[in-house]
């Protein structure tokens, strides 16, 4: 059972606008969400997080948005650069074990 | 951050055989991890690999399929054993960012096929 959920497989963007990804999770007990961020060939690279005592997260272009009653998360690139086109990585821990969506891959259209 | 390097990048398998793949990390590390990422899917962790104990596996995943080695705090195996095209999929490799985070750094991956 998918208990962390990315039901975009793919978003495409023109350079300068906002891109906005999104991530769904079952479980309540989750208490730690990360993105991911995935080049071909490349492992996944750690990009933002947040708390789930948190609702905002903010790092340069990276703003990552949590909404705990509906267990939704989303992930903001503003503004959105044709280097940000890869797969995100949705992920959340609530012990030793990081559960991770199935990815979205972004296309920042230059 | 800790760098981390896999071998083989790729590989190309016949049926029935087996394959080791390796993890080197350029830092002393406790803990290390090993998921799977079969094409279209989430990345499931296999297994946690402490040095000098027995690897910790997860639910679906068992020690004859997926033997571990962790013989130091740089460097683990991961061997797929008996191999089947249901096998075929990117094995990547993992450390925690530090002690008290649950960021990881992964590694660039195996990406194996079998036939």
């Known amino acids: 059972d998918q208990q962390v959920k990315q039901n975009s497989p793919s978003l495409s963007v023109q350079e300068g606008r906002i891109s906005i990804l999104n991530c769904d999770y079952t479980n309540s007990m989750f208490d730690y969400f990360l993105w991911y961020k995935k080049y071909p060939a490349e492992g996944p690279t750690f990009l933002i997080s947040i708390s789930s005592i948190k609702d905002k997260n903010e790092d340069g272009r990276f703003t990552v948005f949590l909404n705990k009653s509906a267990k939704h998360l989303s992930l903001h690139i503003v503004p959105s650069q044709p280097g940000d086109s890869a797969v995100y990585f949705c992920a959340a821990t609530g012990a030793n074990n990081l559960f991770f969506g199935t990815g979205t891959r972004l296309t920042v259209i230059p | 951050s800790a760098v981390i390097s896999q071998k083989p990048s790729r590989d190309i398998c016949q049926r029935g055989t087996s394959l080791t793949i390796q993890c080197q990390v350029d830092?002393?590390?406790?803990?290390m991890f090993w998921y799977r990422q079969q094409p279209g899917q989430s990345l499931t962790l296999i297994a946690t690999?402490?040095?000098?104990?027995?690897?910790?596996?997860e639910s679906g995943f068992v020690i004859d399929k997926f033997p571990i080695s962790r013989p130091n705090l740089t460097f683990s195996t991961l061997t797929v054993s008996n191999m089947s095209p249901e096998d075929s999929s990117i094995y990547l490799c993992s450390v925690l960012a530090s002690g008290f985070s649950y960021e990881q750094y992964f590694g660039p991956g195996t990406r194996l096929t079998v036939t």
């Open positions: 830092s002393q590390v406790t803990m």
């Open positions: 690999a402490n040095q000098g104990s027995e690897a910790t596996y």
